[in-house]
């Protein structure tokens, strides 16, 4: 099979980090090509190089054997090569058609844009990924899910020879993941070109035609996937074979005791009598489809968002949380699924993220803050939970996105929580990171502390978790302990196909 695009000696660096180092590689005309490796391995510079957005310092690459230089992604669309970032380029207050062909829009003589054959050709996209919109409505008002897709008929929109996929499936449900993978399959039969880039190893055998490896700036090697397992992957990825994943699967709760107790909470429209307990030293998992209202439970417990009725027992004792300073004080600790947005302050440092929950802890009688009492504990934390950065004083904004993870658990361990609800813990995260914040959650449950975990990896829930409920449509629909976890049981449960109500 013909390459329909190869690169050659591919370089580039960065003020102290050689992010792409001398990488060779072709991509099959009408191929899906994965390109994996860690947080930090050089796979979004290489593509950003590829598609216009960057300058290599050294080395070609070729399309349809013509050498190429692009100024600008602008260029790259031109001669056919289109990418969908994980960072949304969508406008908030235009609509759905005006995103889809902006500086596209099919213009009259007078240079007047032609509202009806808008409307139409963004029917056409619309109707491919089965989306029942009107063109005309506000992107704003439309949830991330469905905002990651139109971001995609963006790009398809083009009629791009090569299409690039950075994380695409990040934010999107199970229904539209299938309908995605339909489409690239489809666009695959009419020629098209994919180079798929993914931290999910199942999206790789699920879709993929080879894939290819890099680590540390550099490429390791290109696998059919027949010839190839998720281990083999990983030991690629990583320099190194990932035993035991998630840790002792064989842990048991520290304490049969239900120190945590959630009462007949409700929130009307989003969730309602929700009852359940956790265990001392527990991993307690939370599955369901995106919108069951996992997020808004827990975000209404730890007081980000009001609840209608309900009650919190802690330790015995009835605990009132109507913010999240409540929820702090009695030990309570959230972290979102959201760490860019709402979970981290990225333009400041390392240090001054760790102490920002527990800044009163380190003032003196003056109310004076102790630097060097901050500077111990930040390092004791930095060690401990395995940052890599040069500094503490390194922004948050420069540590990949593994090491932004690893950084909020540390932030929060500041509180020397009772109780710790992780909203999807691992995402965007590669898989030796993974390992390592599961390790750490391990070791958070095996002193006593108990875990409430949202999850959308079913495989991650069952690896971790002692017991999973399961919520559809805003209701407790099941609880599966870990002798009968399986898959099918659990999205049984979260597509209301079963139904066994906790009481």
């Known amino acids: 099979m013909e390459y329909i695009l190869r690169a050659e000696n591919i370089s580039k660096s960065f003020p102290g980090v050689q992010a792409v180092d001398d990488v060779s590689f072709g991509l099959r005309r009408g191929e899906i090509l994965a390109l994996v490796g860690e947080n930090g391995a050089g796979k979004s510079t290489l593509v950003q190089i590829l598609c216009g957005v960057q300058r290599s310092e050294a080395g070609d690459f070729f399309l349809e054997d013509r050498p190429m230089t692009f100024f600008s992604a602008y260029d790259a669309l031109n001669a056919g090569i289109s990418m969908v970032f994980q960072e949304l380029s969508l406008v908030d207050g235009i609509s759905i058609a005006e995103n889809i062909f902006a500086n596209r829009q099919p213009v009259g003589r007078l240079n007047n844009i032609k509202w009806r054959e808008l409307r139409r050709k963004t029917q056409?996209?619309?109707?491919?990924?089965?989306?029942?919109?009107e063109p005309t409505t506000l992107v704003k008002r439309l949830p991330m899910g469905t905002q990651q897709v139109l971001e995609i008929l963006k790009a398809i929109s083009t009629d791009p020879k090569i299409l690039i996929l950075d994380e695409p499936t990040s934010s999107l449900t199970e229904a539209e993941i299938i309908d995605l993978f339909e489409n690239i399959r489809n666009l695959q039969q009419e020629g098209m070109s994919f180079i798929y880039i993914t931290h999910k190893l199942g999206e790789v055998f699920q879709l993929a035609d080879r894939v290819m490896v890099m680590r540390d700036g550099q490429y390791v090697g290109t696998r059919k996937l027949e010839d190839v397992t998720e281990d083999d992957l990983v030991a690629m990825m990583v320099?190194?074979?990932?035993n035991d994943m998630y840790g002792d699967t064989i842990h048991a709760a520290a304490s049969q005791e239900e120190y945590f107790q959630v009462?007949?909470?409700?929130?009307?429209?989003?969730f309602q009598d929700i009852h359940f307990g956790l265990q001392r030293g527990e991993i307690l998992g939370l599955a369901g489809l995106v919108g069951a209202g996992r997020t808004e439970l827990a975000r209404s417990i730890?007081?980000?968002?009001?609840?209608?009725?309900?009650?919190?027992?802690?330790e015995g004792k009835a605990i009132e949380i109507n913010k999240p300073q409540e929820a702090i004080d009695q030990g309570i600790a959230y972290l979102t699924e959201d760490r860019k947005g709402q979970g981290l302050f990225l333009d400041m440092s390392i240090l001054e993220n760790l102490i920002a929950p527990v800044l009163k802890e380190f003032t003196n009688r003056f109310g004076f803050l102790v630097r060097s009492n901050i500077n111990n504990d930040v390092a004791n934390r930095i060690e401990q939970f395995d940052i890599a950065t040069p500094s503490a004083s390194q922004k948050l904004l420069n540590l990949s996105g593994g090491n932004q993870q690893k950084a909020m658990i540390a932030m929060w361990m500041g509180i020397d929580p009772k109780v710790i609800i992780f909203d999807e813990p691992t995402r965007g995260v590669d898989v030796g990171a993974r390992s390592e914040i599961y390790h750490k959650l391990r070791e958070l449950a095996e002193a006593g502390t108990g875990i409430i975990m949202i999850s959308s990896d079913l495989p991650e829930l069952i690896g971790i978790c002692d017991r999973i409920l399961v919520i559809y449509q805003g209701q407790i629909t099941g609880e599966v302990t870990r002798e009968s976890f399986s898959e099918e049981l659990i999205m049984a449960y979260a597509a209301g196909i079963k139904n066994r109500k906790l009481h």
């Open 124 to 133: 056409e996209l619309l109707h491919r990924f089965n989306l029942d919109l």
């Open 263 to 270: 009462d007949k909470f409700a929130r009307k429209g989003v």
């Open 239 to 242: 320099g190194r074979e990932i």
């Open 302 to 314: 730890f007081g980000i968002d009001p609840k209608d009725s309900g009650s919190i027992i802690l």
